[in-house]
C-alpha cells in the first residue's frame, strides 16, 4: 500500500518567490495535517484539513496558506519567501478526526530559499 | 512556555543499556499521546501510542502520568539501530492536534 506522499522531494528558492508543495494521504484517509520542520526542532504544526475544510491552524502568518482538494490530497502554499522559511515541511495523514488516532507521515518536501 | 519539553540530549549509550526519556507537557485537557522515532533527514515514524496504564512493546516500554503531565519511555537492551531522535507527541482538540517535542537524540555505540 502506497504511503503519504509529497512532491517535490527538494526545492530551492529566492527570497520573495513563492511555492507550493503537494501530498497525497494514504488512501481512504480523510485528514490532512501541514508541519515545518527547522533542524534541530520538533515539528510545528501549520495546517490541518479534514473533509476539505480547514480544522485548525498553527502560529504561522498569512503568507502560509493550504487547501485540500476532493480526492483528500493537498497544497501548501507560501507567498513571500523569507530566509527563515527554510525547513523540512511535512504533511501527515489520518482517517479522520477521532481521538487517539495517530497520524502518518510523508517523506517531506526540503526547501531551501536563499 | 512551549506545549510539550524534552531534554534534548544527546544521550550516549553503550549497547545493552537502558535508557529512559522523560517529556511534560502544559494543556492539561490534552487528550493522546504518542513517541515517534525521527532517522536523520527522515520523517517521522510511530514508535508508539501512550496509554495511562502505561504499555510495553518488546524493548519499549511508555508511561503516561496525567497528574504530573508527564510521559516517559524506557528502552532496554539498547541496539545500534536503536540510535535516532525520539519525538514526544501530545495531542489535543477535537481534530487532535499535534504538538511535537524538540526531540531527545539517542546515540547508541557498540
Known amino acids: 500500500d502506497a504511503g503519504v506522499t509529497q512532491s517535490p522531494t527538494h526545492l530551492i528558492k529566492t527570497r520573495g518567490q513563492h511555492v507550493t508543495l503537494r501530498c497525497s494521504p494514504i488512501s481512504g484517509h480523510k485528514s490532512v495535517s501541514w508541519y515545518q520542520q527547522v533542524l534541530g526542532q520538533g515539528p510545528q504544526f501549520i495546517f490541518q484539513?479534514?473533509?476539505?475544510?480547514?480544522?485548525g491552524r498553527g502560529n504561522f502568518p498569512d503568507r502560509f496558506s493550504a487547501r485540500q482538494f476532493p480526492n483528500y490530497s493537498s497544497e501548501l502554499n507560501v507567498n513571500a519567501l523569507l530566509l527563515g522559511d527554510s525547513a523540512l515541511y511535512l504533511c501527515?495523514?489520518?482517517?479522520?478526526?477521532?481521538?487517539?488516532?495517530?497520524?502518518?507521515f510523508g517523506p517531506g518536501t526540503r526547501l531551501l530559499v536563499l | 512556555r512551549k506545549e510539550v519539553e524534552q531534554d534534548p540530549g544527546p544521550f550516549n549509550v553503550p549497547e545493552g543499556a537502558t535508557v529512559a526519556f522523560n517529556c511534560t507537557y502544559s494543556?492539561?485537557?490534552?487528550?493522546?499521546f504518542f513517541w515517534y522515532r525521527q532517522d536523520c533527514r527522515k520523517e517521522p515514524k510511530l514508535l508508539m501510542s501512550?496509554?495511562?496504564s502505561g504499555n510495553e512493546d518488546g524493548r519499549f516500554t511508555a508511561q503516561l502520568n496525567r497528574a504530573s503531565q508527564y510521559i516517559s519511555l524506557l528502552i532496554r537492551d539498547s541496539k545500534l539501530s536503536d540510535s535516532a531522535t525520539y519525538l514526544c507527541?501530545?495531542?489535543?482538540?477535537?481534530?487532535?492536534?499535534?504538538?511535537f517535542g524538540s526531540g531527545t537524540k539517542l546515540n547508541v555505540k557498540p
Open positions: 494543556n492539561s485537557a490534552s487528550q493522546s
Open positions: 501512550v496509554y495511562s
Open positions: 507527541v501530545v495531542a489535543s482538540g477535537n481534530f487532535n492536534k499535534f504538538y
Open positions: 501527515a495523514s489520518s482517517l479522520g478526526r477521532e481521538v487517539l488516532e495517530t497520524q502518518y
Open positions: 484539513y479534514y473533509e476539505k475544510e480547514e480544522r
